[in-house]
């Protein structure tokens, strides 16, 4: 464990990482470094992404193996179509599709993006987006038709699809929330939820949890952030600590929404925690039952955090809000960072350490997502966003004051999901510098590279990405150069 710090920059993460290699449990990390080298033909985009039944087929990047495909498709094609398969799921994530099926897609940009909206269509190229753009993507990804530029304009029209199409922000909205190990101190019966569950069930839950008594119980997420109220679940830690919190020995029931990762639910498991899926939760009686055996069960020798260990803040999901946390900055330099923990990079190193050189550079900063959680630890001034589209939100308000120009960039720490993708290839699509820290599945075709720079730079925007997990000092200097 000599190289711990590679792994989180938290001493209290460091110190259960700690405990669990020496109680032999198995974490996100063992998989991780167990899964070294993952497949570079992935990584690149040169491995075939269409549905069809004859392959996988791969092409070697280094030009001494396969170069084309069984039906002979080249890297190009091949990368370009990995790039529309991303892309196409990133849009099916955001997508409400609840209540009548034939109620289609409903398009509506705020207001103050529909100009630049129109301007990037136009410039793209086809017919106006709609619904059909899915069907299209789908359709190009049935079999190998289209070649490598057509492509990636079908996958920048999702881009902004995803973003015309994404859920608005109640007009009038703040919830606060509270993150850090230091709500697992003092003794209670604890229950973990991890995954999505509504909104009317952690209410329901925190409601019945605060009316029990010797012993005390509580609820706490695992790095989602579960709207409960008038506040979010409290954030016990970061998504990518979330494993580490079940091994403490401080959890007693795992409830399991959807979007729980498998590993969090097997680990429960392994150390004889109670795991419940989501729609068990409704039995309360059951529920608190089995966690208060689980309690009574504990070692009492478990790690006991100092309860100071507590971040704070209030997320601004509206647009006056977000328009209030924004004009509440000093400075005329603002820089959306924001993102999901990712085990390329030492967690909390990559948001903390750039948070602070862009402040030291002059930037206010708005965050989103783990980056947010991260800051909110380390007591980082920033204004925190809405877990997804806090992006977008706070790109509308900056144009509707007419101070889009202050925003020196968009910088996406880790991507948690293809939805994360989609959204930072709208975005760029708009007219905005966008940056992602993480390697893209790009690299395996130059020509696929030059063709997204060449009509991202014909709408006046920009997605850098790396070949490598981006380091702070580079994507500084991304974020302060002209």
């Known amino acids: 464990m000599e190289?711990?710090?590679?792994?989180?920059?938290?001493?209290?993460?460091?110190?259960?990482?700690?405990?669990a290699s020496r109680r032999g449990v198995e974490l996100n990390w063992e998989r991780y470094e167990k899964q070294q080298p993952q497949d570079g033909f992935l990584r690149l985009g040169l491995s075939c992404p269409y549905g069809c039944m004859q392959g996988p087929c791969r092409i070697d990047p280094y030009g001494r193996g396969a170069q084309r495909g069984i039906?002979?498709?080249?890297?190009?094609?091949?990368?370009?179509?990995?790039?529309?398969?991303?892309?196409?799921?990133?849009?099916?994530?955001?997508?409400?599709?609840?209540?009548?099926?034939r109620r289609g897609i409903e398009i509506a940009w705020p207001a103050p993006l529909e100009k630049a909206a129109a301007a990037a269509q136009s410039t793209i190229g086809g017919a106006p987006l709609a619904a059909a753009d899915i069907g299209e993507s789908a359709a190009l990804l049935s079999r190998p038709s289209a070649d490598p530029e057509t492509l990636v304009r079908q996958a920048i029209r999702l881009?902004?699809?995803?973003?015309?199409?994404?859920?608005?922000?109640?007009?009038a909205a703040t919830l606060g929330y509270r993150v850090g190990y230091g709500l697992l101190a003092k003794e209670a019966v604890t229950i973990a939820v991890a995954g999505r569950i509504p909104e009317t069930l952690a209410k329901a839950l925190l409601k019945a949890a605060a009316g029990r008594k010797n012993p005390k119980v509580r609820l706490v997420s695992l790095g989602d952030w579960l709207p409960a109220g008038k506040s979010f679940l409290p954030i016990v830690c970061t998504s990518g600590e979330a494993e580490t919190v079940v091994a403490s020995g401080r959890i007693d029931l795992l409830l399991a929404g959807p979007g729980c990762d498998p590993g969090l639910a097997t680990l429960a498991a392994s150390l004889n925690i109670p795991v419940l899926k989501g729609e068990q939760a409704s039995a309360e009686e059951e529920l608190f039952a089995q966690a208060r055996r689980a309690f009574d069960r504990r070692d009492p020798g478990s790690f006991a955090p100092d309860a100071a260990l507590v971040g704070t803040g209030s997320a601004a999901l509206g647009s006056a809000e977000v328009q209030a946390g924004l004009k509440s900055a000093s400075s005329s330099k603002i820089a959306l960072l924001g993102g999901s923990d990712t085990l390329f990079q030492s967690l909390g190193h990559l948001p903390v350490e750039l948070a602070k050189a862009l402040i030291g550079e002059g930037h206010a900063i708005a965050s989103w997502g783990d980056a947010a959680l991260w800051m909110a630890k380390q007591e980082i001034p920033a204004t925190t966003l809405a877990p997804q589209d806090g992006p977008l939100a706070a790109v509308a308000s900056l144009a509707a004051t007419g101070s889009l120009t202050s925003l020196t960039g968009i910088c996406f720490t880790g991507l948690n999901a293809c939805r994360d993708l989609t959204l930072a290839l709208g975005l760029?699509?708009?007219?905005?510098?966008?940056?992602?820290?993480?390697?893209?599945?790009?690299w395996g075709s130059a020509a696929v590279r030059t063709a997204?720079?060449?009509?991202?730079?014909?709408?006046?925007?920009?997605?850098?990405?790396?070949?490598?997990?981006?380091?702070?000092?580079?994507?500084?200097a991304w974020f302060v150069r002209a």
Do not use: N
């Open 159 to 171: 881009g902004l699809l995803a973003i015309g199409s994404a859920k608005r922000g109640k007009s």
């Open 428 to 442: 760029a699509a708009l007219g905005l510098k966008v940056a992602v820290a993480v390697p893209l599945p790009l």
């Open 452 to 476: 997204l720079g060449t009509i991202l730079a014909a709408t006046g925007g920009s997605l850098t990405h790396y070949d490598h997990p981006a380091q702070g000092e580079e994507l500084l």
């Open 71 to 101: 039906c002979g498709l080249d890297r190009d094609a091949m990368a370009a179509a990995f790039l529309l398969r991303l892309t196409l799921q990133g849009l099916w994530e955001g997508l409400d599709l609840s209540g009548s099926p």
């Open 3 to 19: 190289t711990i710090h590679f792994k989180t920059v938290d001493p209290v993460s460091q110190e259960l990482l700690r405990g």
